[in-house]
């Protein structure tokens, strides 16, 4: 028996203020939850979106939850049905095999930065706090930060970081200030930053250039786009026939890799037919065009101003 439409609106989230599950009615009708079934959730953050799988699992079903975030640990759910691993989502097939865990019924990720990442002054992900350390590390171990991104990427590299995952015109001469500015003084701090791009910055498109700096530093430092593209490929892999994969994502390149496996079953959408032209289906798309967050929800939230959620199914 499968978990139905009804269920959805009844399930009591019990949300810490960590990170408000963006779509959480729609990411639930999407992985239409068998209660006995296996599902993974590859971004844990607040445990929102878990906590409702959770409710809709009974005592025989299985919950796999990721991230890499040792302050994600602070919500972490004491349930046995729930396997959590402390790590990148990269690394899905490794902990599946680990926990003897065979195929998925289904899988969700809720893509990109938390709200609590971006609320944290500590952590560098906003440059709404003028003295921030510039570090953006998704995990805190790991070797490379915003810093050493900002202070050690000659002007080619860093250019191509800029034009690639921040999608920005001024991108090579936005390198050069910032390779300039470095000359004089190191960047280290979200002021730093600010003011060594300050010359491309006005009153009507600050908020937004910015925003695209921030976005594409976090990306390299974090691996996200190809981190994003193996875990989506182990899914692939994992997910049995008629298995859910339920995509969220904030940013027009994060989508375009959801689109792309959908659509052709690779993550490059590279076309490839069989010897009789045909274009092998591996996934069935349930929603032609992604879903967006009510106009209620965005007013309520507004991270999910920018979510783009994709569902399909296994074939």
Not at 6 to 12: A, S
Not at 218 to 244: D, S
Request: glycine letters at 6%; charged letters at 30%.
């Amino acid at each position: 028996m499968y978990w139905v439409e009804p269920e959805v609106t009844e399930v009591e989230v019990r949300m810490s203020n960590y990170h408000v599950p963006v779509m959480l009615k729609e990411c639930l009708e999407g992985l239409n939850i068998n209660p006995k079934g296996t599902y993974v959730d590859v971004t844990y953050g607040g445990g929102g979106h878990s906590r409702a799988i959770l409710d809709a699992l009974d005592q025989d079903g299985t919950l796999i939850v990721f991230d890499q975030d040792a302050d994600a640990l602070r919500n972490n759910i004491e349930d046995k049905r729930l396997l959590f691993c402390e790590a990148n989502f990269r690394y899905l097939e490794n902990f599946c095999s680990y926990h003897n865990v065979g195929q998925l019924d289904g899988l969700l990720a809720d893509l990109g930065v938390s709200s609590y990442h971006l609320d944290e002054r500590s952590r560098g992900f906003s440059f709404r706090f003028g003295e921030s350390d510039l570090d953006m590390r998704m995990n805190t171990e790991s070797e490379i930060s915003a810093k050493q991104v900002l202070n050690t990427y000659d002007q080619p590299k860093l250019a191509k970081v800029l034009r690639s995952y921040g999608e920005l015109d001024k991108a090579s001469m936005l390198a050069n200030a910032i390779v300039d500015y470095r000359g004089v003084k190191e960047i280290i701090t979200t002021e730093d930053l600010e003011v060594a791009v300050s010359k491309f910055l006005n009153d009507k498109t600050k908020n937004k250039t910015l925003a695209k700096i921030y976005q594409a530093v976090r990306i390299e430092v974090n691996a996200e786009i190809r981190t994003l593209e193996q875990m989506l490929e182990q899914a692939t892999r994992l997910l049995k026939p008629e298995g859910r994969l339920v995509v969220m994502s904030y940013h027009s390149l994060e989508d375009r890799i959801v689109k792309n496996l959908i659509q052709t079953g690779n993550v490059a959408g590279d076309r490839v037919t069989d010897h009789f032209g045909n274009l092998p289906q591996v996934y069935k798309a349930l929603t032609k065009k992604p879903v967006v967050a009510t106009s209620d929800e965005i007013g309520l939230n507004t991270r999910a101003r920018s979510a783009k959620l994709r569902i399909a199914e296994k074939i």
